[in-house]
């Protein structure tokens, strides 16, 4: 991949100057990595720093707040700060980080991700640290890639810190492998629905009328279903650029003959009995599925087959690696424009991504309390209720790796960010501000048919023109239009 320096994105200007929408509680320092004077206030008073770090993660246990403690005192000794890690359900996550932007509730650090990371930096709620990321946490600025900086720069600066891990999108299925040995599947090279459908109706025609080899849910839509169109990091998925689009031509993806395509296959599976009946109401379909399809790398299938209590998956890599800005901006950690200890809170994630001892107690807990390290320095869980989602923390290449996990599965992850070919929008997002009222409601118009359509239970015959023609009333063709001009722009200055 050509590596292109942040300075000289930054030079260019990329799409202008930034207009800032500012919402009260939510004032910003928009210099670039200005830090206000509070940020030497504490250490001036001999007081330490406690530092507010919301993260996404599963049920908090009684014993959290007494590990953060244990935790916070290795922090203290290293970088003299303190933590208040608040975890965010994962079912509520976005709309409690809305809640806590709007509301100007204080933070120092909060995960954000391509969902609402460009609709923070419009609020004026997240950190320019542009410039002093590369002052005070030099070390962090250059471990990670360019190519990440250059994902989360909007408008010419950065409000991030990227995390250094799965960064680039690879694709995979995966299928039991008692079935693909009962029936014999050659899975070999499969990487199309036509292709796939086939091993789902062998698989359907052995097993019997009330099985369903592919169980979809509203949680679990068909992953990856537009991975041809760069999303623009826009979070609508109507909207983007084919990835190997050299013209940049933004298009209703509804419309495109490969989409419409699939669709007709996915109805096609659910009318068939392919697809559960109730996949489309389901929010939840429980363990077992013989067939699933994630983003990852080659180990992680021993993850999946934990999800879901199978002992054997058979997976198989069907698109990428690629790098786009929303793959990117799958996990950033971001400080807030209020926090009071910004340059202390730039130091913090320095270390995260920086210290092995550190980046192994925020994924697994306290040593001899939540795990344990074996003699060849692997580590052994001693339970299951540690809640931070490990992908939220940071980069994965500091990490120790777990003892029944595949030894070579961190490498698998770098040599696919190595390998991965960048989308032809790599390094654009689109700034939604000039059209936010546009995206939120064909946001809502999406939300309405996404269910139906991804899991097949609509005829996209009568569906898909439906859609259209209210995401059009709501604004569709005015968001692809100023999403044009951006890129237009921002390229013409590259």
């Known amino acids: 991949m050509k590596k292109k320096s942040l300075q000289k994105l930054l030079a260019l200007g990329l799409v202008g100057a930034m207009t800032v929408s500012m919402l009260a509680g939510c004032g910003s320092s928009n210099d670039a990595g200005s830090t206000g004077s509070s940020d030497s206030a504490s250490a001036e008073s001999g007081e330490v720093p406690t530092l507010v770090w919301w993260l996404i993660g599963g049920t908090v246990p009684d014993d959290f707040e007494q590990n953060v403690e244990t935790i916070s005192d290795y922090t203290e000794e290293k970088i003299g700060v303190r933590l208040d890690i608040k975890i965010a359900g994962y079912g509520d996550y976005d709309s409690k980080m809305n809640t806590i932007v709007n509301s100007g509730e204080y933070f120092d650090i909060m995960f954000v991700n391509n969902t609402n990371y460009s609709k923070f930096v419009n609020l004026g709620a997240l950190e320019n640290i542009t410039e002093s990321v590369q002052t005070t946490a030099p070390e962090l600025y250059s471990f990670i890639p360019q190519e990440l900086w250059e994902g989360v720069t909007i408008k010419g600066s950065v409000y991030g810190v990227p995390s250094y891990k799965d960064s680039s999108l690879t694709q995979f299925w995966y299928l039991d492998d008692q079935m693909v040995q009962k029936y ?26 009330s099985f369903y080899p592919c169980q979809l849910d509203q949680g679990a839509l068909w992953n990856g279903f537009f991975n041809d169109y760069d999303g623009l990091a826009a979070g609508l998925q109507p909207m983007g650029v084919r990835i190997d689009d050299e013209s940049r031509t933004v298009v209703n993806v509804l419309e495109q003959e490969d989409v419409l395509h699939n669709l007709e296959l996915l109805h096609q599976w659910y009318t068939d009995g392919l697809i559960n009946p109730d996949a489309n109401v389901l929010t939840e379909s429980g363990k077992g599925h013989i067939f699933g399809n994630a983003q ?7 993850q999946w087959q934990t999800l879901q209590g199978i002992e054997k998956y058979d997976a198989w890599k069907v698109f990428g ?26 130091k913090l994630l320095e270390l995260v991504n920086t210290d092995k001892t550190l980046r192994d107690m925020l994924a697994f807990g306290v040593e001899g309390v939540t795990f344990n390290y074996e003699e060849d320095g692997t580590v052994t869980k001693t339970t299951d209720t540690w809640p931070i989602g ?47 009222n546009e995206m939120a409601n064909c946001k809502t118009v999406w939300d309405k048919y996404k269910y139906d359509m991804l899991t097949g239970a609509s005829d996209p015959a009568t569906v898909v023109p439906k859609c259209i023609e209210e995401l059009k009333a709501a604004g569709l063709d005015t968001i692809i239009a100023e999403a044009q001009k951006q890129i237009d722009e921002f390229f013409a200055a590259n």
């Open 184 to 209: 014999n599947i050659n899975y070999e090279g499969v990487d199309t629905l036509d292709e796939l459908g086939e091993i789902f109706y062998t698989i359907k025609e052995g097993e019997g009328a």
């Open 321 to 346: 690696p690629i790098y786009t800005t929303e793959s990117i901006q799958g996990s950033i950690n971001a400080i807030s424009a209020n926090s009071n200890y910004k340059e202390e809170a730039l």
């Open 296 to 302: 990852g790398w080659p180990a992680a299938v021993s």
């Open 390 to 436: 490990n992908y939220s923390v940071g980069t994965y290449f500091n990490l120790s790796n777990l003892s029944d996990a595949d030894p070579n599965q961190y490498e698998q992850i770098k040599q696919q960010n190595e390998e991965a070919t960048p989308s032809t929008c790599l390094g654009f997002a689109l700034d939604i501000e000039p059209v936010q």
